[in-house]
Nanobody, 114 residues
Framework: VQLQASGGGLVQAGGSLRLSCAAS????????MGWYRQAPGKQREPVAT???????YYKDSVEGRFTISRDIAKNMLYLQMNNVEREDTAVYYC?????????WGQGTQVTVSS
């Protein structure tokens, strides 16, 4: 599976941004998709994930502000980011997992200014 993330950019604190991830094949067969992020000097961490039965997980600090969703017909994954904070600044990576294989997109930079 090839993943192409887009939608990052510069946004002011309190603003909104929507990340998109295009998959090269049907996402209906992908067990888990999600967004990870890596801030400078920090490890990559999960932000939000969604399963093939639409079960979701959110990192505590983004719960209530971010929403993960997918469009099976378009093979797209999204992350709606609302009320962003400076601590959300990072490179965001799209992720997909099928049994015995995991896949990463190239990352998209999100920078939140005060």
């Amino acid at each position: 599976v090839q993943l192409q993330a887009s939608g990052g950019g510069l946004v002011q604190a309190g603003g909104s941004l929507r990340l998109s991830c295009a998959a090269s094949e049907s996402i209906s067969s992908i067990h888990i998709m999600g967004w990870y992020r890596q801030a400078p000097g920090k490890q990559r961490e999960p932000v939000a994930t969604i399963s093939n039965i639409d079960s979701t997980y959110y990192k505590d600090s983004v719960e209530g502000r971010f929403t993960i969703s997918r469009d099976i017909a378009k093979n797209m994954l999204y992350l709606q980011m609302n009320n962003v904070e400076r601590e959300d600044t990072a490179v965001y990576y799209c992720y997909a997992w099928k049994p015995a294989n995991s896949y990463w997109g190239q990352g998209t930079q999100v920078t939140v200014s005060s």
